[in-house]
Structure formats: C-alpha cells, structure tokens
C-alpha cells in the first residue's frame, strides 16, 4: 500500500527553525530516491532537496545552506530541517519519490504540511 504522511507544519517568524518529518510505507521507502516538494501559492510545486538511498544529498539554490534533508531507513522516515527561515518558504511541504510515486498512472501525493513564515 503506498501511503506518505507528512507532518511537522507550523507559523513560524522570520529566521526560525523547523523540522518536518515524513513516513513512508517501506513499499516506497526501500531503495528509493526520497525528495521534499513544496507548493506556495499560486505557483507550481518543486523539488526543494533530494536524499539517496546512501545518503546523498542534493538542495534548490533557494534552500541550500539552509535546509537539511535526512532519512532514517530503519524507520521509513524522511525528515527536512529548516533553519533561518524566510517568509519566501511560506508553502505546503510534500515528501515524495524522485521522481514522484505513479502506481497507477497518474502521480501520488500525500496531504502535505503547512509551513507559513510571516511576522
């Protein structure tokens, strides 16, 4: 069964830290590139960080330096620490797949976090 549940969402002000976590069935965790996405409004979603199987990791330009993405395989987790946070950040975070999670033909997305940065 392939099931992602995000969690972790909150307001936050400007420069502070959050961690998001994401679980994974092991059906999709397993040998998968992991990546968070996230979608503010009114524009498209996109892949913010990337972490292999053996823990490579890859950052959007926007967040490198700044967000840390890691994965605990024993647990089916993946997780996004987000430190300095800016009100551009301001979006709903999804974990996926890369690429994104298609069992049956069209693409799979969990409920997603929250995450608004404002003063």
């Known amino acids: 069964q392939v099931q992602l549940v995000e969690s972790g969402g909150a307001s936050m002000q400007p420069g502070g830290s959050l961690r998001l976590s994401c679980a994974a069935s092991g059906s999709i965790f397993v040998g998968n590139v992991m990546g968070w996405y996230r979608q503010a409004p009114g524009k498209e979603r996109e892949l913010v960080a990337r972490?292999?199987?053996?823990?490579?990791?890859n950052y959007a330009s926007s967040v490198k330096g700044r967000f840390t993405i890691s994965r605990d395989n024993a647990k089916n987790t993946v997780y996004l620490q987000m430190n300095s946070l800016k009100p551009e950040d301001t979006a709903v975070y999804y974990c996926n797949t890369d690429p994104p999670l298609r069992p049956n033909g069209m693409e799979y997305w969990g409920k997603g976090t929250l995450v608004t940065v404002s003063l």
């Open positions: 972490i292999t199987r053996l823990g490579f990791t």
